[in-house]
């Protein structure tokens, strides 16, 4: 896929087909985020990829909208600082997955020390954020529109109210 078609035509995706992920596509999901540059090479982050059905369900519990967590294929806890970085990380896997067919959407974690707990996280480890990962349930072509199409459609303030020249 077109990088600009990828970045343009991705969607957050809550709603996953009954369709497991092959491991290769999973591992280049992961993987992609591991490439992510970092401030002078530390990647300091860590992928948990949780795969307890038992630890699903509790972590679903501490999210913003639990369903995300029990329909998804792939359930990734990135424990990290929020930072740049951090984001870099993310968006390489969530344009991947993408890249792939895959869909995928960042949960916001409502209660945190419950998300903390489930996930046996020691005082030291930070949870920036609990990505999901699967087929979306409703089949994507993102083809079917040019970049600008899906720039021109989505839901997001103009350029010109975000960029001043100066």
């Keep these: 896929m ?3 078609l990828a970045v343009a035509s991705r969607r957050e995706v809550r709603q996953y087909a009954d369709r497991d992920l092959p491991e290769d596509v999973v591992r280049r999901i992961l993987d992609a985020g591991r490439l992510a540059g970092s401030a002078k090479n530390r990647q300091a982050w860590r992928f948990l990829v949780v795969e307890s059905a038992e630890i699903r369900e509790q972590l679903a519990a501490a999210v913003y909208e639990p369903t ?14 929020a930072s740049l970085d ?5 968006q ?12 995928s959407c960042p949960n916001g974690i409502a209660d945190l ?5 489930t996930l046996a996280l020691g005082e030291d480890d930070e949870l920036a954020i609990v990505l999901t990962f699967g087929y979306p349930a409703r089949e ?5 529109r040019s970049p600008e199409e899906w720039s021109g ?3 997001r303030k ?3 109210e975000l960029v001043q020249r100066i």
């Design 140 to 144: 994507p072509d993102p083809s079917r």
């Design 68 to 81: 995300n967590v029990r329909g998804a294929r792939l359930v990734v806890a990135v424990l990290a600082k």
């Design 153 to 155: 459609r989505a839901n």
């Design 158 to 160: 103009s350029l010109d």
């Design 86 to 90: 951090t984001g870099r990380a993310m």
């Design 2 to 4: 077109d990088t600009w």
């Design 113 to 117: 020390e419950r998300a903390r707990e």
């Design 92 to 103: 390489n896997m969530l344009l991947v997955a993408w890249n792939e067919g895959v869909g």
